[in-house]
């Protein structure tokens, strides 16, 4: 791409636009608004609960009871959507409680949408919260080592997906990154009357360090091994693109891009290479970078956030998914 041909000092002066406030926001490209984000929420079983998460402050394990409370200042902030995932009160090694009616997911998700009809609810669909062994899929025993199997885990996170529909949830978000998995997915809330709600995937997913603290949250850490045998390898980019076109092909509706802060090229090339609504996670160790460096008083808290998220959105995220959606929401507010 050629620049467009502009003047040349002294008659082109970058300064002259940025000598006031009104000025600069006028001929701002990017900005970010409470419209955009996505606020993710743990969910356990039990009444009254409310579990600090070490590595993540301000962010808790819920009971449903407590879930409300959060969503109510959430909803009240302005933050138009949550993102749900629940930790079951038990494991087993077919994930009976992802697709159990009466799950933790589930009973949020009914509660969520009874008290707060206008929220959007997303429930992420994947099976490591509750497998007793942490992983994404179905373990395939062999002499010797254990694989994760593809074909078997589809039909599980069907099932799950279509329980989440069935509980109202109003998008659902595979993140397992199992081949396949949106086709099978997309078909089966087809099949049981779910053909208008939208699947929001984990399109390009990579196997990441910056997932740390949400393992401590969401109790998934893999037992053994770890999950580099499905999720992507970060040293690929032209990958990410044929899991988006995949995942698109299978009829995904919006993609997203996980984790964001590291991954901006990947962001950047997938909305101009796509042009479909773009989703960036920024995930576990994003928020708990900024919030260890500002406990320190080392940076400030509020601008290295707003700062990230804006450049989530000039790489081409439409959407936000940040731990820090209240406090942003509440930010945005007094800045208007
Ligand atoms: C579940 C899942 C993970 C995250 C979102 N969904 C963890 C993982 O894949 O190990 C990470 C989110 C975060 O770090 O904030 N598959």
Redesign the pocket.
């Known amino acids: 791409m050629s620049l467009p041909l502009t003047g040349q000092f002294p008659a082109y002066r970058p300064r002259r636009l940025r000598q006031s406030a009104a000025l600069r926001r006028l001929v701002a490209e990017t900005s970010l608004s409470r419209h955009q984000l996505v606020l ?1 929420l743990f969910v356990r079983p039990g009444r009254r609960q409310r579990r600090a998460i070490g590595a993540m402050p301000g962010v808790f394990q819920l009971s449903v009871d407590e879930l409300l409370v959060e969503t109510e200042r959430a909803v009240s902030a302005g933050v138009p959507a949550v993102l749900l ?1 629940g930790i079951p009160e038990k494991k087993d090694a077919k994930a009976s409680g992802a697709h159990a009616r009466t799950g933790i997911v589930q009973q949020a998700v009914r509660a969520l949408k009874k008290e707060f009809p206008e929220l959007l609810v997303i429930t ?1 669909v ?1 099976l ?1 919260e509750y497998m007793s062994h942490g992983h ?1 899929g179905v373990v395939h025993h062999e002499p010797g080592r254990a694989t994760i199997a593809n074909d078997p885990t589809l039909k599980l996170l069907a099932q799950t997906a279509v329980s989440h529909a069935e509980a109202g949830a109003d998008l659902v978000a595979p ?2 990154m199992m081949d396949g998995r949106v086709r099978a997915i997309r078909a089966a809330l087809d099949a049981k009357g779910f053909s208008d709600t939208p699947i929001m995937s ?1 399109a390009a ?1 990579y196997s990441s360090a ?2 740390g ?3 401590e949250a ?1 109790e ?1 850490a893999p037992k053994f091994g770890d ?1 580099r045998s499905y ?1 992507m390898d970060a040293a690929n980019a032209e990958e990410a693109l044929r899991e988006v076109a995949l995942d698109l092909a299978e009829g995904a509706d919006i993609v997203m891009v ?1 984790p964001a802060l590291a991954y901006l090229d990947i962001i950047h090339r997938v909305k101009t290479t796509f042009g479909y609504p773009t989703a960036a ?1 920024s ?3 994003e928020y708990s970078m900024i919030k260890a460096a500002a406990a320190k008083g080392w940076i400030d808290e509020r601008a290295v956030t707003l700062e990230s998220l804006l450049a989530m959105r000039r790489a081409g995220a439409d959407i936000l998914i940040t731990y820090a959606a209240v406090d942003v929401a509440k930010w945005l507010k007094s800045e208007e």
Do not use: E, N
């Open positions: 993710p995932f992420d994947c490591c994404c993140s397992d984990y997913k910056f997932y603290p949400f393992r969401a998934s999950r999720q996980k996670y995930v576990s160790a």
